[in-house]
């Protein structure tokens, strides 16, 4: 079942976070994933969340996204994405 992963990062480093802007889609390709939004641009309809910079991917499966997070080839670039931004991340089921 497809399942999305929603992200929320407070980049903090806007230099130091090129490198992980540069090098993650590859990784989230090989796990089958692809960007369907992100930017900072958001309308806030209801409530006080105040997201930074969205983004939106769709993979194959929720295990798809644990993989990702998990790859080990992925490590280093995941230490400079904590090194230099802040990330909220939670993962749903699709319904396609």
């Known amino acids: 079942m ?3 992963l929603i992200a929320d990062l407070d980049i903090r480093d806007p230099e130091g976070f090129r490198e992980y802007r540069e090098g993650a889609s590859a990784f989230i390709a090989k796990h089958g994933g692809e960007f369907l939004a ?4 958001v309308e806030i309809l ?3 969340w105040q997201p930074h910079r969205l983004v939106l991917l769709r993979f194959p499966s929720k295990q798809a996204i644990r993989n990702f997070f998990a790859d080990p080839d992925y490590a280093a670039l995941k230490k400079v994405r904590l090194q230099t931004s802040k990330t909220l991340a939670v993962t749903m089921d699709g319904i396609e």
Request: hydrophobic content about 30%; glycine content about 20%.
């Open 38 to 41: 992100f930017g900072s641009e």
């Open 46 to 48: 209801e409530g006080n």
């Open 2 to 4: 497809v399942a999305y």
